[in-house]
C-alpha cells in the first residue's frame, strides 16, 4: 500500500475557495489512480473525484462537477483538490485514497475500490 497524508483542509466562508494536498510516499506514485472522498457527521463516505494514474482522466461527483478540480504531479507524487465556490453542504472530512492501476477502462467511484486512505482533513464551510 501507499502511505497518503492530506493537507489543506480549514474554515471558510460560503463562495470561498480552498486547496487540498494529498502527498504520496512508500510506492511508485503512477502505479496508482488517485481519488478523494469525503464523510459528513452522520453519513456514508461519499465520491468526489477521481484520477487516472496520468492524469489525463477524470472524474467527478455531479455535486462538485464545475466547482472542483482534482489533478496531480507525478514528479512530486501529489493529488491535489482544488475546491471553488465553496457551500456549507461541503463541510466533511475529506479524505485522500489511491487504488492500483488497472487495465479495466473507468475510474473507480465507491470506497471499497480504493485500498490506500489518508488520516482525512477537516473542511468546514459557514454560511
Same mark, same amino acid.
Given at each position: 500500500q501507499v502511505q497518503l497524508v492530506e493537507s489543506?483542509?480549514?474554515?471558510v466562508q460560503a463562495g470561498d475557495s480552498l486547496s487540498l494536498s494529498c502527498a504520496a510516499s512508500g510506492r511508485t506514485f503512477t502505479n496508482y489512480r488517485m481519488?478523494?472522498? #469525503?464523510?459528513? !457527521?452522520?453519513? *456514508?463516505r461519499e465520491f468526489v473525484a477521481a484520477i487516472s494514474w496520468s492524469g489525463r482522466g477524470t472524474s467527478y461527483a455531479d @455535486?462538485?462537477?464545475?466547482r472542483f478540480t482534482i489533478s496531480r504531479d507525478n514528479d512530486k507524487n501529489t493529488a491535489s483538490l482544488q475546491m471553488d465556490s465553496l457551500k !456549507? *453542504?461541503? /463541510?466533511?472530512?475529506?479524505?485522500c485514497?489511491?487504488?492500483p492501476r488497472s487495465f479495466i477502462p473507468g475510474l473507480p /467511484?465507491? !470506497? *471499497? #475500490?480504493?485500498? @490506500?486512505w489518508g488520516q482525512g482533513t477537516q473542511v468546514t464551510v459557514s454560511s
Open positions: 489543506g483542509g480549514g474554515l481519488g478523494w472522498f #469525503r464523510q459528513a !457527521p452522520g453519513k *456514508e @455535486s462538485v462537477k464545475g !456549507p *453542504e461541503d /463541510t466533511a472530512v475529506y479524505y485514497a489511491a487504488t /467511484t465507491t !470506497p *471499497e #475500490r480504493y485500498d @490506500s
